[in-house]
Each structure stands twice: as structure tokens, then as C-alpha cells.
């Protein structure tokens, strides 16, 4: 049982290339979600998804894409990456409503 | 807009001592509130979970109350270990799946 796996755990990107940063999930959880970390900003929700097929914006969502074809993924795509997308990513999940929820171990971008 | 706080932002004490680390949020309408662990580089641990419901949770050294109508939680450590160095997230579930966070406490615990 791995629990939530991030993918990859460190990234460099050059301005204007674009990547998926990867986030899988054994624990069946309906509820999953992409917040971003930054020093003096805290972490925010970045989109979320209810269940396969549904996502919905959260606080910051522009200039990331999701989808969720499968209940265990949900990946993040950065279409056109900029340097303000220097962040550490972290996925989570949970089983919905007022449940406990789970973070991954990260994932650190930097874009140059 | 929920507005979570938490102070201190950074506390530094010696091996042995209870502290208590504070959490307070804006919108008192929540399902629950969920206190984190994270250590330098890695992801977050999750350590208690209060539902909007209920007054406090305890897990080991760990209580975690609130007062839902005051719009504050309090982590409260007893006989702090240099183990607990770490930074403590508190996050609030406003809409029952997205989370809103304070900016976290750094803590120090000298041997």
C-alpha cells in the first residue's frame, strides 16, 4: 500500500516548455487535489476533483490543467511553463466531506 | 474568504517543556480543521483531525481542541523532544473537500 506517489520528485523546466507532474493513489479515495507551497504564501489549491471525470478550479488555477480518467490518477499539466510556476507541488486525497486528508511527498519545480 | 493564522510563526524551546501552538480562522461555518506535520524538504503528515463537532482530539503527546465559535484550535505538545522539530500546519475544510492553511509554525526544540 503506497499510499499517495508524486512523480517526479525534483524538475527543472525552461520557460515556455511544458510537463505533467504525476500523482497516483491506492487508497481508492474519491476526493483528490493539487496545492502548490511558497515561502510566505502558504500552500494553495491549485484544481481538484470529486471523482472521475469531475474537476473543479480552486484558488489559483491558472496555468494548470487536470483531468481524472481513473479514480487512482490525477495528473497536473503545466501547458506553457513561467518562472512564477516555481513552486513545490503536492497532491492529496481523501475520501471527501470532512474526512482526513493525505499529502504526498512533493514534487520541486523550478522553471528557469 | 477564509483567513487562516497561526502564531508564533517560529518557536524555539528547550527539550522538556509543554507548549502550545495557536490557530485561528475567520469563517467559523467548517466541517472540520486537520493539523499537519511537515519536516524540511518533505510532505505533510497529518496528526489530528477535529471534527467541526467535536471539542478536542488527543493522539499520544498531542491535544488538539477547538472552539468552533471563536474561530480557534490550539495544538498543545506535552514534554516537547528534539524529534518534534518540525513546521505545524494547521487547515481548515470549509467546503468539504478544499483546504484553506495558515502560514504554519516553525518549531525548535533544543536538546
Known amino acids: 500500500n503506497a499510499g499517495v506517489t508524486q512523480t517526479p520528485k525534483f524538475q527543472v523546466l525552461k520557460t515556455g516548455q511544458s510537463m505533467t507532474l504525476q500523482c497516483a493513489q491506492d487508497?481508492?479515495?474519491?476526493?483528490m487535489s493539487w496545492y502548490r507551497q511558497d515561502p510566505g504564501m502558504g500552500l494553495r489549491l491549485i484544481h481538484y476533483?470529486?471523482?472521475?471525470?469531475?474537476?473543479d478550479q480552486g484558488e489559483v488555477p491558472n496555468g494548470y490543467n487536470v483531468s481524472r480518467s481513473t479514480t487512482e490518477d490525477f495528473p497536473l499539466r503545466l501547458l506553457s511553463a513561467a518562472p512564477s510556476q516555481t513552486s513545490v507541488y503536492f497532491c492529496?486525497?481523501?475520501?471527501?466531506?470532512?474526512?482526513?486528508?493525505?499529502f504526498g511527498p512533493g514534487t520541486r519545480l523550478t522553471v528557469t | 474568504k477564509q483567513e487562516v493564522t497561526q502564531i508564533p510563526a517560529a518557536l524555539s524551546v528547550p527539550e522538556g517543556e509543554n507548549l502550545v501552538l495557536n490557530c485561528s480562522f475567520t469563517?467559523?461555518?467548517?466541517?472540520?480543521l486537520q493539523w499537519f506535520r511537515q519536516d524540511p524538504g518533505k510532505g505533510l503528515t497529518s496528526l489530528l483531525l477535529?471534527?467541526?463537532?467535536?471539542r478536542e482530539q488527543t493522539s499520544g503527546r498531542l491535544n488538539a481542541s477547538l472552539d468552533k465559535s471563536s474561530g480557534r484550535s490550539t495544538l498543545y505538545i506535552a514534554a516537547s523532544q528534539p524529534g518534534d522539530s518540525a513546521t505545524y500546519l494547521c487547515?481548515?475544510?470549509?467546503?468539504?473537500?478544499?483546504?484553506?492553511f495558515g502560514g504554519g509554525t516553525r518549531l525548535m526544540v533544543k536538546p
Open positions: 477535529i471534527q467541526s463537532s467535536q
Open positions: 469563517d467559523s461555518a467548517i466541517y472540520n
Open positions: 492529496a486525497t481523501g475520501r471527501g466531506g470532512a474526512y482526513e486528508q493525505y
Open positions: 487508497m481508492n479515495h474519491e476526493y
Open positions: 476533483s470529486v471523482g472521475a471525470g469531475i474537476t
Open positions: 487547515a481548515v475544510n470549509n467546503a468539504g473537500n478544499m483546504l484553506t
